[in-house]
């Protein structure tokens, strides 16, 4: 099982864990940025990732084993739909390191989303991801998302041009 523990790089609340869990969240980025950014992302690699938990603060969470409290991954919520009243949807990115693919991303997927529909109250869930990054597609396929549509041509990624895959899911009407 996994637990998201909630990351904050606030530098009036850094903790050790905070710079050891944003250590192994560059690390990973550093291994799959290809799959997360686009060639226009030009600040440095520590630089953007310290922006990135900041300005999506308190919804960047680290994905960690229950038991042991093992670093898997990382997982975060943007581009908010909704006004204070209700808020309707949200897009998600996540990263997983690799020993955590397979079947651990699918009960890490179906966690999170249960707790975005259950427990924040979203009615819809979406995703992006580059065409050329299967696996993650076939993730969220399990994970019954529907492919929403397609761009093509929409950015640059490794000086080629990459399609962007749009995926959402609904709250299951109970």
């Keep these: 099982m996994y637990k998201f523990r909630k990351l904050n790089l606030d530098p009036q609340k850094l903790d050790a864990?905070?710079?050891?869990?944003?250590?192994?969240?560059?690390?990973?980025?550093?291994?799959?940025?290809?799959?997360?950014?686009?060639d226009f992302v030009k600040t440095p690699l520590n630089e953007h990732v310290l922006s990135l938990v900041q300005r999506t603060f308190p919804y960047f969470w680290v994905i960690l084993t229950k038991?042991?409290?093992r670093f898997c991954g990382f997982i975060y919520l943007y581009d908010f739909?909704?006004?204070?009243?209700c808020t309707h949807s949200a897009c998600v990115t996540?990263?997983?390191?690799k020993s955590f693919w397979g079947r651990a991303a699918r009960d890490i997927g179906r966690?999170?989303?249960?707790?975005?529909f259950r427990k924040?109250?979203?009615?819809?869930?979406?995703?992006?991801?580059?065409?050329?990054?299967?696996?993650?597609?076939?993730?969220?396929c399990d994970l019954k998302f529907?492919?929403?549509?397609?761009?093509?041509?929409?950015?640059?990624v490794n000086g080629r041009s990459e399609d962007l895959v749009l995926w959402g899911k609904r709250k299951p009407v109970r």
Excluded at 120 to 140: D, H, I
Excluded at 146 to 156: A, I, N
Aim: glycine content about 10%; overall charge positive; hydrophobic content about 40%.
């Design 120 to 140: 924040m109250g979203l009615k819809k869930l979406r995703a992006e991801c580059f065409a050329s990054n299967t696996l993650t597609g076939k993730v969220l």
């Design 17 to 38: 864990e905070a710079i050891g869990h944003y250590v192994e969240i560059v690390k990973l980025i550093t291994i799959y940025r290809h799959n997360l950014f686009d």
């Design 146 to 156: 529907k492919k929403e549509g397609v761009l093509r041509g929409e950015t640059l």
């Design 67 to 69: 038991a042991e409290e």
């Design 94 to 97: 996540v990263c997983l390191k």
């Design 81 to 85: 739909v909704g006004d204070e009243k």
């Design 111 to 116: 966690a999170f989303t249960g707790f975005c």
